[in-house]
């Protein structure tokens, strides 16, 4: 029966190649504004839950190349994943019901977009809403559930211009988050405060340290509890990199453990992680004798299992138990289908096949199925390859090529049933 499923797969991707509306374009690593370019708009679908999906023929708008003619390809209705989300990223100017409807077409309840501070608040009280005003109304219209991941401070907050890094004052962040919760009150289910804090470049002009995380986390969760009491705060998820050398980047193991003694739960409701399983399938351990990958094998921070049992029992460990793990990204990158590639300190995906990357995150999901202390998972990503081709390794990880197709990992979450009620 499984090697049915899997053919079946390989065959429907096979003859379906449906382009979306877009423009490919690169973005240097660690660039943080997105490309400019506007891509062609169209009208979603309205089919795509309830029936076969057809894409809409796209169309260029004034000044822009005409896009070759696209003929739609009917596809099996997407099987519903209440507590399945996966990660959009909606530049500006971009249609968000573009994207969101590629979203929808995988049948999960949950998307999560990142808001990177500096791109709303320009100045002190100078915001510009617009992008992230689409997103939330799309999600609204679109019937997801919304978690918004907020990061990187202005700099005129700040005490260095390098990269990304907290406010100097964490006051600012409480002041900001009840700004964005007042207003998206009611419509956006949960902010998840902070993105990796263990590593210096998410850090700069601050010392790494969990307990200091921990402070801004408190401000960042008492400013969203003021704008809107509702919703629900999960911490900023530690990045899984087998280095602890407490410059580049404190272990992230160690990070949670200094975050739940330094009293965490005090101020969120989950507890956020980043699982990566870099090159090793969703279920090997690095306890285990053989390993299907070459590389990234011999820490067990690079195994999606490992972290998360680890990190669930250092909650137990403190009598935390009964709170859940959010799975806020995670991933397996290949570079299969998405164009040469400079993958340079991450050649183990190209060790991953996309047959593999499809196979790993729906077997990834339902891992966190049989786990009642893992809430929803967010896949990442849905499509940064149609934003910034294949210039950039995050391509690597989509599950949309640079042309807008569909790669296998995408039509086997669509058809994914998870697993109990």
């Avoid at 907020?150 to 962040?173: K, Q």
């Avoid at 949670?256 to 956020?272: I, K, N, T």
């Avoid at 990958?293 to 690079?302: C, I, L, M, V």
């Avoid at 390794?393 to 042309?403: E, G, V």
């Amino acid at each position: 029966m499984y090697f049915w499923k899997r053919s079946y797969l390989i065959l429907l991707v096979l003859l379906t190649v449906v382009p979306v509306a877009g423009c490919t374009g690169s973005l240097p690593r660690g660039t943080s504004v997105y490309p400019s370019a506007t891509p062609p708009a169209t009208t979603a679908p309205k089919d795509s839950v309830g029936g076969t999906t057809a894409i809409p023929t796209l169309s260029a708008t004034p000044g822009q190349e005409e896009q070759p003619e696209v003929h739609s390809t009917p596809l099996p209705s997407p099987v519903p994943k209440p507590s399945y989300g996966v990660q959009i990223h909606v530049p500006p100017g971009w249609d968000a019901d573009q994207t969101l409807e590629r979203a929808r077409g995988l049948g999960v309840g949950w998307v999560k977009e990142q808001v990177q501070w500096h791109t709303v608040e320009h100045g002190p009280g100078d915001f510009d809403w617009k992008t992230l005003d689409q997103v939330v109304a799309g999600a609204d219209r679109f019937g997801f559930k919304l978690l918004l991941g907020v990061t990187h401070a202005p700099d005129w907050t700040r005490t260095v211009e390098a990269e990304s890094g907290p406010p100097a004052d964490y006051g600012e962040f409480q002041r900001f988050m009840e700004q964005m919760a007042r207003r998206y009150q009611g419509r956006v289910e949960a902010y998840e405060l902070w993105n990796e804090p263990n590593l210096a470049r998410e850090w700069r002009g601050d010392t790494l340290d969990a307990s200091r995380f921990v402070r801004l986390l408190a401000e960042g969760a008492a400013g969203v509890r003021i704008g809107d009491p509702e919703a629900l705060v999960i911490s900023g998820a530690p990045a899984v990199t087998g280095i602890n050398d407490e410059e580049v980047a404190v272990g992230d193991r160690q990070f949670v453990r200094g975050m739940v003694e330094g009293g965490v739960f005090d101020y969120v409701d989950a507890l956020g992680a980043h699982p990566y399983g870099y090159g090793n399938p969703p279920e090997e351990s690095v306890e285990d004798g053989d390993h299907v990958a070459s590389s990234h094998n011999n820490h067990p921070t690079f195994f999606f299992r490992d972290t998360l049992e680890d990190y669930h029992q250092i909650m137990m460990e403190y009598g935390f138990d009964d709170r859940e793990i959010w799975v806020t990204e995670f991933g397996w990158p290949t570079p299969e289908g998405i164009g040469e590639m400079d993958l340079t300190g991450w050649e183990y995906g190209r060790e991953v096949t996309e047959a593999q990357q499809a196979e790993y995150t729906v077997r990834a999901f339902h891992m966190g199925d049989e786990r009642p202390w893992v809430g929803p998972m967010f896949l990442w990503n849905l499509n940064l390859a149609v934003i910034w081709g294949p210039e950039n390794a995050f391509s690597a990880y989509s599950l949309l090529r640079p042309d807008g197709s569909f790669r296998p990992s995408y039509i086997a979450l669509r058809l994914t049933q998870p697993l109990g009620p």
